[in-house]
C-alpha cells in the first residue's frame, strides 16, 4: 500500500491542482452563506471557531478563513528560549547526525537538500530539529520559535506532496521535494537557526509575513492556507527541542526546550 500510494502521489499533477484549488478558494463567497460554510468546515475539521478574532462573515473566502487570526492572548507565549512555532501534531523532534533530518522512524533526508543549501546546512551539525504537522483545523499562522535576527527568507520552487500522515510515510523525502520557504536566523551569541514553512497540495500560496530584521519569539513568520509542515532547526550550541513522540499535540507559543 505504501508504494502504491507512493506512486499514485507521484503521478498527480499536484502543481496544477493545488493552483486551482487556491483559485477557487480565493473566490468572494456570498455573505449569508459564510458562517454555515465555515461552521461545517470547524465541525468536519475540528477547527476551535470561538478563537478566531472576527466574525465569520467578515472572511470574505475560503482562503481568508484558512489564514483567520486568533483574539488576542488566545496563545500566550512562554518565557522561554524555545517555544512552539504554530499549532498541530509533532511528526519527528530530535537530533541531527551526520547531515540528515528524520522524517519518520527509519527514514531520513539530507538537511541540505531541504534548506537547498550545503554551506548553511553544515552549520547545524550536533544541532535539533522539530517538524510539526498542521492539520486543515488548526491554526494556520507560524510564528517565530526563538528570538532571533531574520537574514533573509528564500523560496525553494518544489512540488506540492500532500503533508498528511500516510503520505509522509510514503514518500522519500517528501519536505525537501515540496516548495518551501527558509527563514534563515541568528540567535544570540551568532548561533544559527532556521525556520522552514513547507507547501502542500492544496497550500502553495504560503504568504510571508516578515522577509528581514529582529523578531522576537511569538512573532509572525508566514500564513498558510488548509494545512501543513513547519520545520525547525537550531544549531549545536542554541537551545535544544524537549523529547515528544510522534502525534503529540503542540500549540503556538508554548514551552518547547527541555
Not at 477547527?47 to 475560503?62: T, V
Not at 534563515?184 to 530584521?213: I, P, Q
Request: charged residues 20%; positive net charge.
Amino acid at each position: 500500500m505504501t508504494a502504491l500510494r507512493s506512486l499514485l502521489l507521484t503521478c498527480l499533477p499536484k502543481v496544477a491542482l493545488s493552483r486551482a484549488c487556491g483559485l477557487v478558494c480565493s473566490l468572494p463567497l456570498p455573505c449569508a452563506l459564510r458562517p454555515r460554510l465555515y461552521g461545517w468546515f470547524a465541525r468536519r475539521y475540528g477547527a476551535d471557531l470561538a478563537e478566531a478574532d472576527g466574525a465569520l462573515a467578515g472572511f470574505r473566502s475560503m482562503q481568508e478563513f484558512f489564514r483567520r487570526p486568533l483574539k488576542a492572548g488566545a496563545r500566550p507565549i512562554a518565557a522561554a528560549p524555545l517555544v512552539w512555532p504554530c499549532d498541530g501534531r509533532v511528526v519527528t523532534v530530535g537530533g541531527l547526525a551526520g547531515g540528515r533530518i528524520e522524517q519518520v522512524k527509519g527514514r531520513d533526508y539530507a538537511l541540505a537538500d531541504l534548506l537547498g543549501d550545503a554551506d548553511f546546512a553544515a552549520q547545524f551539525t550536533g544541532g535539533c530539529q522539530a517538524t510539526v504537522y498542521l492539520a486543515p483545523g488548526d491554526y494556520h499562522r507560524v510564528h517565530a520559535p526563538f528570538a532571533a535576527e531574520i537574514d533573509s527568507v528564500t523560496a525553494i520552487p518544489g512540488t506540492l506532496f500532500p503533508v498528511n500522515p500516510p503520505a509522509v510515510r510514503s514518500v522519500r523525502d517528501l519536505f525537501a521535494r515540496n516548495s518551501r520557504h527558509v527563514f534563515r536566523c541568528r540567535l544570540a551569541g551568532g548561533v544559527s537557526a532556521a525556520v522552514v514553512m513547507v507547501g502542500a497540495y492544496n497550500v502553495g500560496d504560503t504568504l510571508v509575513s516578515v522577509a528581514r530584521g529582529p523578531v522576537r519569539a511569538g512573532d509572525e513568520l508566514g500564513r498558510f492556507g488548509f494545512g501543513s509542515t513547519a520545520i525547525v532547526v537550531v544549531g549545536r550550541d542554541g537551545p535544544a527541542f524537549a523529547a515528544a513522540a510522534p502525534e503529540t499535540r503542540v500549540r503556538m507559543g508554548a514551552r518547547a526546550d527541555g
